[in-house]
């Protein structure tokens, strides 16, 4: 007969219910001491729940671009805000206009306030430009630490590979060595230093020549000339460059944080069309820079990067979309064939030049910024410059903090409202299921404590924070989740009625149950998904909370329940049927497992179904 | 309990059970009426939107004594719409309220000050925008729209088109019915209406698939038979999934009963009911849609289907054949059963599930129950006589 041998089978297997438990109480034991030794051991709440950071900020209306602050540049920067802050998508941050020119970002108790105040304040315009010239910035006393005169290559970075031969680098053996090998970083930054503040204190043409930069300069992904142009910080005005511009190149103070933040505003309101001047970012360098090539809106995507093979630490990585990728090649083209220090360009971000790295070659694709980053700082650009440019310039005019918008009492009736609502469940439970739902309710508790430690720890590392709605969502996945065990458990009943004891009964009850709670667990993954993925703010939130609840429901039956059904299926109590153990194949209405003759079973069969 | 506990196992068998398909007609009507209901609902009251869609008017008041509970019952006396209050660091507030436009909002500022006694010219009024803004809703949108193409696809090759046509369907019953009852109670929309929402939607899949796989089983092979047409067997499958169902919306309606009912009650309003509401609606739209309407629509479609036509036309033929017989000699009746086994050798599948005996016993009549009743053992016992004969 098929019973005992499907059973005989399944005793075969003994040793795996029992791993699978184990795993996963392990599992759970980790978590949970994870959870306590970090010290988070309540889920961070949105804002409706717990109140937060309310930053207001003003759009500051700019000379020439009377208009710009309107309703469709505010709605634009709201989006852009909103992307920003909320990065991965789960941290329940609010942007809204005020009035005409305010825009309030809410953001979570528990954020980190500081970064995000400089994320959504960042206008964060980008672009290419070429360089036609740049000059160490005229100061009598430069200050010794930001130094080094920028513009040049990265030291030793050739195209891709052979990182340490640089044999036609003019810049000679110390960028050869600096490129050397893993140590290149601290190398080159400890070398340019010394080398930069020479430059500045002489500013003399060969000292710059000998010169290498630390400062951040941007690089063709696959190839980078580490060739250091020529700078002519007196040199005459190249050709291209208008009177005007380089008597106000002239003028261009780039060693004070005033002078510094005129050049950014200069640089920041000239027509992409029109040459401009710009001050580095960390060096005192100014520039003279061409028309944009390259506009930051054909950044396609930007990631923050640990780069091994050249050791520049961590960088930037830009991918251009179709029109970017052509003009970025473009001017790659044209900008290798030129003379240094023309074969530059320069990636200007806010008026400042972040970077402005040499070419060599025709570049496609991908660019990179490099520089002193951190991963963080690293972090923070990649994702300002992935969402793209505000329209319009903020100012942080005011930076309080709000109470819970819902008041704890919400979350309160809820809680108690939920676990009102929980304790029914159970009772319903026992009262259907009797000794199986045993069984259900360890499960629901196991994936309960599951859900809450994961939901805590997810606060400090993905900023995931709780509202009100995810609250209700859990609720709601608790009958997902009862579900699964519910659609085992007819199953095993079902298998019951067959005349099958109980434990082949459970394992042959298994597949089936299995696959519809794949099959149906898929489809809501898939909502997960797809909503993740696509959408934004409250709705990318919710996306969040549904796959994770759908996840934990497949981890806590399949590691979980069937392993626990199938130990317990061994005991007496389950085996034996006892009334109370809610397989009593007697009740269940099973038929006799014995049959003789065919008529003889009919009879037999039909009598207690019609009593 | 036992009788309940019975009851499951008589489904089971099909000694019992709600004919769901043949009746199928009155509640695609009831549907279609309560579907009415909600879109003319809708259509006359429209959706009141909160102000994270809408916008309105934000107050922001100095210092005051007033809490925050007593600041947002006076803002929504005053205003007449629903106000989400919040407390400054400086321990002034930000008074949030929907739908409200220049002119009222300089008298919702004046009531305000002379409520919480500041001066009038101490708070700021101004007109503020959705934080939920149409990017957010047209990203959502898209969102749905990808979900809905891949989830379709999904379900015409995991099942077929016609079970995914039904459960789109049953879903778009479902939201509309949903959203019609919020038109109707005069809620207003917040996002945690639309969370609400979206979880239906997730949830009423769910449970539509769920039914849809116990059908899919019981239809395996269902052309190698000629004893149920499709429609018998959508039926019984329902009837056997019938507990579950039960037991699942008694799970997941019970707990959002207790936010609407207990949550609410010791609230009287927030947005915890709104949520409350949304999910309480659709969950039981979606429990019902997957039984009502879902299973009799995917037996509709079937119908249609050539080979489905030519399987009832079978059946029908043979029943009228036994028929015949039992009237010509009542006495022979018990060898007809036997008739059927070759039949039943050929698929064990549909012996596995679709087997039992008065499968149809809510719409045939008792003549012919207690004939099949006695055929059942025979072909158990033929089943289980084989260990082979139950593939997984």
């Not at chain 1, 580490?226 to 261009?252: C, D, I, N, Y």
């Not at chain 1, 994702?383 to 309160?412: H, K, M, R």
Request: glycine content about 10%; hydrophobic content about 40%; charged content about 20%.
């Amino acid at each position: 007969m098929a019973a005992p041998k499907k059973g005989r089978r399944s005793t075969g297997a003994q040793g795996k219910p029992g791993r699978a438990l184990l795993l996963i109480l392990l599992a759970m034991v980790a978590l949970v001491g994870g959870m306590f030794l970090s010290g988070h051991t309540k889920p961070r709440l949105g804002i409706d729940l717990a109140g937060g950071t309310s930053i207001t900020l003003e759009a500051k209306s700019q000379p020439g671009k009377k208009d710009a602050i309107n309703q469709t540049n505010m709605n634009t920067a709201v989006g852009i805000i909103e992307r920003r802050v909320n990065g991965l998508g789960v941290q329940e941050a609010e942007v809204q206009t005020q009035g005409d020119k305010h825009i309030i970002v809410n953001i979570p108790k528990g954020s980190n306030e500081k970064q995000a105040r400089e994320q959504v304040g960042t206008t964060a315009e980008l672009n290419f430009r070429p360089v036609l010239t740049y000059a160490q910035a005229e100061n009598p006393e430069p200050k010794p630490s930001p130094s080094s005169s920028g513009g040049s290559g990265k030291p030793g970075d050739k195209t891709g590979d052979e990182p340490s031969g640089t044999p036609d680098d003019k810049t000679g053996a110390e960028s050869g060595d600096a490129s050397g090998d893993e140590k290149a970083t601290a190398g080159s930054s400890d070398g340019a230093t010394t080398q930069g503040r020479a430059v500045t204190e002489g500013l003399r043409p060969a000292a710059a020549t000998d010169d290498e930069s630390p400062k951040p300069s941007g690089s063709g992904k696959q190839s980078e000339s580490p060739k250091a142009p020529e700078p002519t910080p007196s040199a005459p005005a190249p050709e291209g460059v208008p009177a005007s511009l380089q008597k106000q190149f002239e003028k261009l103070d780039c060693t004070t944080k005033e002078g510094k933040a005129d050049a950014g505003r200069i640089a920041a309101q000239a027509d992409d069309g029109d040459p401009t001047v710009g001050c580095d970012s960390e060096q005192p360098v100014k520039y003279v820079l061409g028309p944009v090539a390259v506009e930051g809106k054909n950044v396609s995507d930007a990631n923050a990067a640990l780069d091994q093979t050249r050791g520049q630490g961590w960088i930037v990585q830009m991918s251009f979309d179709g029109k970017g990728s052509d003009a970025f090649g473009k001017v790659t083209g044209e900008l290798s064939k030129k003379q240094p220090p023309q074969n530059q360009f320069a990636i200007v971000l806010d008026g400042e030049v972040v970077s402005a790295p040499s070419v060599n070659e025709r570049l496609v694709g991908d660019a990179e910024i490099s520089g002193k980053f951190t991963q963080q700082t690293a972090e923070d650009l990649a994702n300002i410059l992935s969402y793209g440019a505000l329209p319009l310039t903020f100012q942080e005019s005011d930076v309080t903090t709000v109470t819970a918008a819902l008041g704890g009492e919400q979350l309160n009736a809820g809680l108690i409202a939920g676990a009102i609502g929980l304790a029914v469940v159970i009772l319903y439970l026992i009262a259907y299921y009797r000794g199986l739902s045993l069984i259900a309710i360890v499960s629901l508790l196991f994936s309960a404590v599951l859900t809450y430690t994961i939901m805590s720890l997810l606060g400090p590392t993905i900023g995931f924070a709780l509202n009100l709605p995810a609250v209700c969502g859990a609720i709601v996945a608790i009958g997902i989740t009862a579900d699964s065990f519910i659609v085992y458990f007819e199953r095993i009943r079902d298998e019951i009625r067959e005349g099958r004891t109980l434990r082949p009964a459970v394992e042959r009850g298994w597949p089936r149950a299995r696959r519809t709670i794949l099959v149906s667990d898929f489809v809501s993954f898939l909502a997960a998904a797809v909503l993740f993925i696509v959408s934004v703010g409250k709705v990318k939130g919710f996306a969040f909370t549904l796959g994770l609840t759908t996840l934990l429901d497949v981890v806590v039956v399949f590691l979980f329940t069937k392993p626990l059904m199938t130990i317990l299926a061994r005991k007496k109590f389950f085996a034996s049927g006892h009334p109370w153990s809610g397989l009593d194949p007697v009740r269940l209405g099973a038929k006799p497992p014995l049959r003789r003759d065919r008529r003889t079973s009919t009879r037999s069969t039909d009598h207690p179904k019609e009593a | 309990m036992s009788r309940l506990g019975n009851l499951g196992a008589r489904l089971y068998r099909g000694e019992v059970g709600y004919d769901f398909v043949a009746k199928r007609m009155l509640w695609y009507g009831v549907s279609i009426l309560i579907t009415i209901t909600a879109i003319v609902g809708l259509g006359v009251r429209g959706l009141n939107m909160g102000i994270e869609f809408e916008g309105g008017a934000v107050f922001t008041t100095p210092k005051t004594s007033a809490s925050v509970q007593e600041t947002q019952e006076i803002a929504e006396e005053k205003s007449g719409h629903a106000a989400i209050v919040q407390q400054l660091g400086d321990g002034g507030m930000r008074v949030q309220i929907s739908q409200v436009d220049t002119a009222k909002s300089t008298q919702v500022k004046a009531a305000l000050a002379e409520e919480l006694g500041v001066k009038d010219a101490d708070i700021n009024a101004q007109l503020v925008g959705p934080s939920w803004g149409e990017e957010i809703a047209n990203k959502a949108w898209t969102g749905l729209a990808i979900f809905m193409v891949l989830v379709v696809i999904y379900l015409a090759i995991a099942f077929e088109w016609r079970m995914a046509a039904a459960a789109l369907i049953a879903l778009i019953h479902d939201i509309t019915i949903t959203v019609g009852v919020y038109a109707l109670v005069g809620f207003e929309v917040t996002p945690g209406t639309v969370i609400g929402l979206l979880t239906i939607l997730g949830y009423s899949l769910y449970d539509t698939v769920v039914v849809f796989d116990g059908l899919k089983e019981s239809a395996r092979g269902i052309t190698k038979q000629t004893r149920y047409t499709y429609s018998e067997i959508a039926n019984r499958s329902l009837n056997g999934t019938l507990v579950r169902s039960i037991n699942t919306t008694v799970v997941a309606l019970l707990p959002v009963a207790g936010l609407l009912f207990i949550g609410g009650g010791m609230l009287g309003g927030g947005m915890l009911n709104d949520i409350a509401l949304s999910l309480f609606v659709g969950l039981a739209a979606g429990a019902y849609s997957s039984i009502f309407i879902a299973t009799p629509l995917v037996a509709d479609f079937k119908e249609r289907d050539p080979e489905m036509k030519a399987l009832a036309k079978r059946v029908r033929a043979k029943r009228l054949k036994a028929e015949e017989r039992a009237e010509q000699d009542p006495s022979d009746a018990p060898a007809e059963g036997y008739e059927d086994r070759p039949d039943e050798d050929e698929d064990d599948e549909s012996d596995d599930d679709a087997p039992a005996t008065a499968a149809v016993g809510g719409q045939r009549d008792g003549a012919e129950s207690p004939r099949a009743q006695r055929r059942q053992p025979a072909n158990r016992s033929r089943g289980r006589g084989r260990p082979s004969g139950k593939r997984r």
